[in-house]
């Protein structure tokens, strides 16, 4: 991993040319989101790891350039039902290296995901978009035609205290207000929660992650993908 000056940030992800804390950027991006990290051995280096469906592939494929930019990583097919449907999609696992490792160290305790300060701060443009990519969604209130889509961040396997923590630093890096909302229950009877954005900062929100969102993702930004600069 280097150090690269001059290009501008989007240039950079364009160009797959990232630094050091770029790179780490993107990696803590696909964490909050669909990623993990997983070790083979206890005292071992950590391996990434990811899946996504068959239509998310164009994606799987982009992230995996910027992986590469660590270490070497390979892509199978996968195949699993669910209630007799038949799922196909995509597994991407990269060899194991200390970024991995030191990575391991601040996303699990007792091998559960969580965050703390660390990782937040390390959220920039590219992560978030990232972060939406993997596990954003929109929705509308089905009383109202004429209401704006909310977006959220499906934020419901951290516990309550990551997602405030997460909360508070959205607000102060990019101003964006989050509310936390219940979401479903869980089997034991205690809520899950996500992150659901003020509408008033939508604009604010895709004007922050348009530059880095990719072709096959825009569907998720709604009416406001036609608002995407070329």
Known sequence: MKTIPSESFKERV??????????????????LGDGCISKRHENGDAYFQMSHCEKQYEYLMWKKSILDNITSSSIHNTERTINGKLYKGF??????????????????????????????????????????????????????????????????NFDYANQLLLKKSLKIKFGLDWNINKFEKSKDGSYNYRLRLAQRHNDAFVNIIRPFIIPSMQYKLDSYANQLEN
């Open 91 to 156: 597994h991407l696992g990269t060899k194991v290296h200390p970024f991995f490792t030191k990575m391991y160290s601040r996303f699990y305790h007792d091998g559960i995901k969580v965050v703390d300060e660390y990782i937040v701060k390390k959220i920039n443009e590219l992560a978030l978009a990232i972060w939406y990519m993997d596990d954003g969604t929109k929705g509308k209130n089905k009383r109202s035609e004429n209401e704006k889509c909310s977006f959220y961040l499906c934020t419901n």
């Open 14 to 31: 364009t160009t797959m040319n990232l630094d050091s804390e770029e790179l780490r950027s993107a990696v803590v991006g696909m964490m």
